[in-house]
């Protein structure tokens, strides 16, 4: 009786079950994390919900039995989904095995996984033959990795509680030809830096793992071997396979990232791929602690989590930058994870606790249960959101994102700026393009991805043809356009050697914050050089944004500067003229797709003002005779009505050389369709005007209603902060130090009387 209860004592330390043969897992579940677990059932109210949550959800997916089709529908479709939802429960249906002990749950997995083991030999590739890479289980690669980076977590739990026959039944027959065949037999895949192959390798490696088969994680870590596949892997992803020493999940750490965690293909799929990046990284850290994983590259990996939260507006939702579904946030199921690992490794920052808070669930390991203890123990502190510049490529020297804040989370006026890569096959020809946020409302707005994800009555969920021919065009942002043609003319190839130069940063100032970037690739020969500045002033309800858009060449163009809005236009003071036959404004490179719906000759100063969600928001920006504004509506050759109805205020200044777009954006005032009371629903600013634009600098200015004025002088040849300038102009002297200088100037008293 001793002996037994010495054994039980043993097994219960463990965190194994009765009846194992081998040690408990070791990826993500650990003994130790088992035992943390089950010590603290009861004390992390969160951990707890999210437990109880789980076993109801579990068990009744059980109730309904095993279904493991044979494989035949795109995402969206009864097989698709059903293998989809396949994996998610095995990982979960692991993890209560472990925390229970429950002895049907293991049993569970082990029948579901040798379903696939009598199925899997049998297969062919997928009879959909859409993908670059077509899966066995799914229609692409992708999917199947997916599938395999969440089983591997299932298997790892019950690898100990089956027989050694069993064991090598599974890894022989299904695992380690599914290993094979993701690597070695589809190199195209694997081999590239691209989020597909993060999943790859992860998926290769895990299994490798849990087998303890060192050859697949050598695989998983440093490539597949050799592939004479050198140039564009072309399909609805786009990416190129890269040579021998950039591959493997390693080169994706050193390549994708830049050191301040920026994930180049943007925040939507840097969202995607931390899955696979972090929780391979944590089996790693389990079970190959020698790598240090998450100190590599002075811990990119958690920067990079980091770098997520800062890409989103005050709901959490991620900035549309590149191919992006609006609406992803923190509150995704990849973020969940990344943000409880951030906390636990990478010395227990409380403000991520508030986070958490808001997901209301946690990761069902330690990471979860430790931000789950923390929470209860009342650590929690806000998670403060400031302006940043994430810099782009693996040294930082390859463009950056720029992200100005306002307000802090409260109110919270936001600026975005792409002045970053183009972002490989996911990446939209948009470079100086901004976008804008009122909290967690659209100012500007950027239509992110043509695409329905994971909705089959949408050409199978995946992206539609509109996405290339509409949403990566330069005209559907708020960037230039020159000649009507996209940057590049839309080759991505060419666009991706190239990337804007990072010209100014500077929040030292909280009232005038400045971000500016030049490019002198997207068009030849043309110069595009813009300046954001967000405003604090008391003259204005909230902060103000002045954008001065300065663009140099030697040639003369005609220049399209689209401004897209939400909401429904109240005024312009232009008369903009309907037309009688509503015509298109173009036939490619994304003009297809808009309705010329009006459109004036410009006046000295145009302004806007249009109404959205409660709130009202105005626009002044510099024009002139020969200028035309144009009204334009999303949706013309669009037979299948795949794209948002949605609409820009083009400032289209046709036959010009050297010229600078001058522009405020206001946020301001409120209405109550209850109340039926507006309140501040005009615009402050009265007018804006250019005072000098010439090869080395801009100075504009512009005026409230009540008197005050600014004035903006910028040196846009030398962005050093000693530099003295002097400047003279007809009506006033201008000296400063630095690359810019803001001036206000005091209210008119007698106008402010009046």
């Given at each position: 009786m001793k002996l037994r209860l010495y054994i039980l004592f043993l097994v219960c330390c463990s965190g194994v079950n009765p009846g194992f043969s081998q040690p408990g897992p070791s990826l993500i579940m650990t003994p130790s994390g088992v035992r943390t677990i089950q010590e603290n059932r009861g004390k992390a109210p969160l951990f707890d919900q999210t437990l109880s949550e789980l076993v109801i959800r579990v068990d009744q997916a059980m109730s309904e039995g095993i279904d493991v089709p044979v494989p035949k529908d795109l995402a969206g479709g009864y097989t698709h989904e059903r293998h989809k939802s396949n994996f998610f429960l095995l990982q979960e249906v692991g993890i209560l095995f472990q925390i229970t002990g429950d002895e049907k749950y293991a049993l569970f997995i082990k029948e579901t996984l040798f379903a696939y083991r009598k199925m899997y030999p049998t297969l062919g590739l997928h009879p959909e033959e859409r993908s670059y890479a077509r899966g066995k289980i799914f229609w692409q690669c992708l999917n199947d990795a997916n599938w395999l980076v969440y089983v591997s977590q299932s298997y790892d739990c019950i690898y100990g509680w089956l027989t050694e026959a069993e064991r090598e039944e599974l890894n022989n027959e299904l695992f380690r030809p599914m290993a094979d065949f993701l690597s070695v037999e589809t190199p195209q895949f694997f081999n590239r830096i691209h989020n597909h192959s993060t999943w790859g390798n992860a998926a290769v490696g895990m299994i490798g793992l849990v087998m303890n088969d060192s050859e697949l994680v050598e695989r998983a870590l440093y490539g597949a071997g050799t592939t004479s596949l050198s140039t564009t892997a072309e399909d609805n992803d786009g990416a190129r396979i890269k040579t021998n020493d950039e591959m493997g999940f390693l080169a994706q750490i050193d390549h994708a990232f830049s050191p301040d965690g920026y994930y180049t293909e943007g925040p939507y799929y840097q969202r995607y791929a931390m899955y696979p990046f972090l929780i391979f990284a944590q089996a790693l850290h389990n079970k190959r602690p020698d790598l240090g994983i998450f100190q590599y590259r002075d811990g990119v990996l958690l920067k990079g989590v980091y770098a997520l939260l800062n890409q989103t507006n005050s709901a959490g939702e991620f900035f549309p930058i590149n191919d992006a579904q609006k609406g992803m946030s923190w509150l995704s199921r990849e973020l969940t994870t990344a943000v409880s690992m951030a906390y636990y490794y990478d010395d227990r920052n409380p403000s991520l606790l508030s986070i958490i808070e808001k997901q209301e669930r946690v990761p069902l390991n330690q990471t979860g249960m430790s931000a789950a203890l923390a929470i209860a123990g009342g650590k929690s502190q806000?998670?403060?959101?400031?302006?940043?510049?994430?810099?782009?490529?693996?040294?930082?020297?390859?463009?950056?994102?720029?992200?100005?804040?306002?307000?802090?989370?409260?109110?919270?006026?936001?600026?975005?700026?792409?002045?970053?890569?183009?972002?490989?096959?996911?990446?939209?020809?948009?470079?100086?393009?901004?976008?804008?946020?009122?909290?967690?409302?659209?100012?500007?707005?950027?239509?992110?991805?043509?695409?329905?994800?994971?909705?089959?009555?949408?050409?199978?969920?995946?992206?539609?043809?509109?996405?290339?021919?509409?949403?990566?065009?330069?005209?559907?942002?708020?960037?230039?356009?020159?000649?009507?043609?996209?940057?590049?003319?839309?080759?991505?190839?060419?666009?991706?050697?190239?990337?804007?130069?990072?010209?100014?940063?500077?929040?030292?100032?909280?009232?005038?914050?400045?971000?500016?970037?030049?490019?002198?690739?997207?068009?030849?020969?043309?110069?595009?050089?813009?300046?954001?500045?967000?405003?604090?002033?008391?003259?204005?309800?909230?902060?103000?944004?002045?954008?001065?858009?300065?663009?140099?060449?030697?040639?003369?163009h005609d220049l399209d500067l689209p401004f897209y809005f939400d909401g429904e236009l109240l005024k312009t003071n232009v008369k903009l003229t309907p037309e009688n036959e509503v015509s298109v404004l173009g036939d490619k490179y994304g003009y297809q797709h808009l309705w010329k719906q009006a459109m004036s000759k410009g006046e000295k100063v145009l302004k806007g003002t249009w109404f959205n969600e409660e709130v009202f928001y105005s626009i002044t920006t510099t024009s002139s005779d020969e200028d035309e504004v144009i009204m334009g509506l999303l949706g013309a050759n669009d037979p299948n009505f795949n794209l948002r109805r949605e609409q820009p205020l083009i400032l289209r200044r046709p036959n010009v050389t050297n010229t600078l777009f001058a522009s405020t954006v206001e946020v301001h005032g409120h209405y109550s369709p209850v109340t039926e009371r507006p309140i501040n629903s005009h615009s402050k600013v009265e007018s804006v005007e250019v005072l000098l634009n010439d090869d080395c600098y801009s100075v504009v200015s512009f005026t409230a209603i009540n008197g005050a004025s600014w004035t903006y002088a910028m040196c846009s040849s030398d962005s050093s902060g000693e530099t003295k300038h002097k400047l003279k102009l007809k009506d006033q002297k201008l000296e400063w130090v630095g690359p810019f200088m803001l001036t206000f100037n005091k209210i008119n008293k007698s106008k402010n009387d009046k």
């Open positions: 806000p998670f403060l959101k400031k302006s940043v510049e994430l810099r782009d490529g693996a040294k930082g020297n390859e463009g950056a994102i720029g992200i100005l804040r306002a307000n802090s989370n409260e109110d919270q006026v936001t600026l975005v700026m792409k002045y970053a890569k183009h972002g490989m096959g996911h990446g939209h020809f948009d470079e100086l393009a901004i976008c804008s946020y009122f909290n967690d409302k659209e100012v500007l707005a950027d239509y992110g991805a043509a695409r329905w994800v994971n909705i089959e009555l949408k050409d199978g969920g995946g992206y539609l043809k509109e996405n290339k021919t509409w949403a990566k065009q330069t005209i559907a942002h708020n960037t230039l356009v020159v000649d009507s043609k996209s940057q590049f003319n839309a080759n991505v190839r060419k666009a991706d050697e190239y990337h804007p130069r990072p010209y100014l940063f500077d929040v030292n100032n909280p009232d005038v914050q400045v971000m500016s970037a030049i490019d002198t690739n997207s068009y030849q020969g043309v110069t595009m050089h813009r300046t954001v500045v967000l405003i604090k002033n008391e003259s204005f309800e909230n902060p103000v944004m002045l954008d001065l858009f300065k663009v140099t060449t030697s040639e003369v």
